[in-house]
């Protein structure tokens, strides 16, 4: 069974653009869930979304939002990049909400913000 | 301005030893306990899991302990490889509110 893929994997933009990161779950997980990792704030969670509708959302800014198609595949987007934005993404997917299921994570997207 | 890097606690270990790496965790109400192991350039790999109901589990050369009377989790490599070097995180979860925390991870340092 194919695990999560995330796309792109390296993505270099400047200050003020937006970006869009796109992840397809294992086959047959309906959850996604998208999490920031920095070396100064670790892995903070994003938001979560389930058969299409976004269940938990963490503490970020408006400027992130995301969404989940009918096939469960998920996209994430962040709009007037900032420089700390810089972080690897990563999503992860679970057959059900996580919190009671196990979450598999993709190798992520490294967004460098200049 | 500038941020402070995350000051990751590093376990150094030599090769053939068993490592424990330890976890307290926040929420009263976590049910659900997991370790992942995160190898630089790559994200997070699940380990092993732990229910509430369970306060031991084992896994191949892994064991997860569950303490909930003082909220801690650790995790029990036997045998450390080279191939153990890596970071490696702790994460509860809450099945009534469907909240995953990461804690802030550990860095295991094999010796040869």
């Known amino acids: 069974k194919a695990g999560v893929t995330q796309t792109p994997r390296y993505l270099i933009k400047t200050r003020g653009q937006q970006v869009t990161l796109s992840c397809s779950p294992i086959?047959?997980?309906?959850?996604v869930s998208w999490y920031q990792q920095t070396p100064g704030q670790g892995l903070q969670f994003l938001f979560e979304?389930?058969?299409?509708?976004?269940?938990n959302k963490g503490n970020f800014p408006g400027r992130f939002s995301g969404r989940q198609f009918s096939n469960s595949r998920s996209e994430m987007n962040v709009s007037t990049l900032e420089l700390g934005d810089s972080a690897l993404y990563l999503c992860?997917?679970?057959?059900?909400?996580?919190?009671?299921?196990?979450?598999?994570f993709g190798p992520g997207t490294r967004l460098l913000v200049l | 301005g500038e941020s402070v890097g995350l000051h990751l606690p590093t376990l150094s270990v030599q090769e053939g030893d068993n490592s424990i790496i330890n976890c307290a965790y926040s929420?009263?109400?976590?049910?659900?306990f997991i370790w992942y192991k995160q190898e630089s350039g790559k994200g997070p790999q699940f380990i092993i899991d732990?229910?509430?109901?369970?306060d031991k589990r084992q896994g191949q050369r892994v064991t997860v302990l569950l303490n909930k009377t003082v909220k801690h989790l650790s995790l029990q490599i036997a045998a450390t490889q080279p191939g153990d070097s890596a970071v490696y995180f702790c994460?509860?979860?809450?099945?009534?509110?469907?909240?995953?925390?990461f804690g802030t991870g550990t860095r295991l340092k094999v010796l040869a």
């Open positions: 992860a997917s679970s057959k059900t909400l996580a919190g009671g299921e196990t979450q598999y």
């Open positions: 086959s047959g997980h309906r959850s």
């Open positions: 979304y389930f058969s299409e509708t976004q269940r």
């Open positions: 929420n009263s109400a976590s049910d659900y």
């Open positions: 732990i229910r509430s109901n369970m």
């Open positions: 994460a509860e979860a809450d099945s009534g509110t469907y909240k995953y925390i």
